[in-house]
């Protein structure tokens, strides 16, 4: 499956952003998807994850209740509405489809979009 993000952009601090992960190639509904982000000098870390049905949602305490992540299989897209954002928010945002594993480890995900640049100025 192939993933791209977008939606990324410059936000104030308390603003909001709304990024999207559209697939093609493999049945899009088949995979679990998750959310990682990236800051420079930092390690790729877990945001949120989504099951395959939409049933399962899990999410980062750091965002936990100012980000909500959602999924339309009809059209093979998967959203990240970002609320109340922080300057510590500000990272490289990747999409990511599950393959095997726990949902909040970047090892169990095989398949990975470009990235999108969040950037939070305070």
């Known amino acids: 499956v192939q993933l791209q993000a977008s939606g990324g952009g410059l936000v104030q601090a308390g603003g909001f952003l709304r990024l999207a992960c559209a697939a093609s190639g493999r049945t899009f509904s088949n995979y679990d998807m998750g959310w990682f982000r990236q800051a420079p000098g930092k390690e790729r870390e877990f945001v949120a994850a989504?099951?395959?049905?939409?049933?399962?949602?899990k999410y980062a305490e750091a965002v936990k209740g100012r980000f909500t992540i959602s999924r339309d299989n009809a059209n093979n897209t998967m959203y990240l509405q970002m609320n109340s954002l922080k300057p510590e928010d500000a990272a490289v945002y990747y999409c990511a489809a599950r393959t095997r594993g726990t949902y909040t480890s970047f090892l169990g995900y095989d398949y990975w979009g470009q990235g999108t640049l969040v950037t939070v100025s305070s």
């Open positions: 989504i099951s395959w049905s939409g049933d399962y949602i």
